[in-house]
């Protein structure tokens, strides 16, 4: 029995591994009709741009700003974000909590705009591959 539950798990564990999203590299022109980006600047500071910021994650991620209100101005090449960003306080006890700005990011700053995209081909070569596993271990042990 121990077998059985073996040759399902490990496939499974490789399926989980490898995902079904990736990022893709995106222009700075396509950035204005999406909806969850991932801004990375040349002094490798991290930008997520999404549409429901989760508090827990903000203060979990204290290197990262988040943002939900974000305006593309092309004219002045520029992107205006209102961030969230976890920081660390240091009173009678450790702790942490949210600071919120107004921030002006140039594009000259940004090294690369990504976004999290559903990958079809990975998707069908890993469960392809997943399913293929286990009916091989399943023969075998049979």
Do not use: H
Not at 17 to 27: A, K, M, N, V
Not at 31 to 50: A, C
Not at 109 to 123: C, M, R
């Amino acid at each position: 029995m121990k077998r059985y539950i073996a040759a399902i798990q490990i496939p499974c564990l490789l399926l989980q591994l490898c995902g079904c999203y990736s990022l893709r590299d995106i222009t700075l022109e396509e950035m204005e009709n999406k909806e969850e980006l991932k801004i990375t600047m040349k002094d490798s500071s991290e930008y997520n741009l999404v549409q429901d910021i989760d508090k827990a994650k903000v203060l979990n991620n204290p290197g990262i700003y988040y943002s939900n209100e974000w305006l593309l101005n092309k004219e002045e090449e520029t992107i205006n974000l209102k961030t969230f960003k976890a920081i660390k306080y240091f009173n009678q006890v450790e702790g942490k909590q949210i600071k919120e700005e107004m921030k002006n990011i140039s594009f000259g700053e940004i090294n690369k705009v990504e976004i999290e995209e559903f990958d079809l081909g990975d998707t069908l070569l890993f469960t392809g591959i997943t399913i293929v596993s286990i009916s091989a271990l399943l023969f075998l042990i049979a």
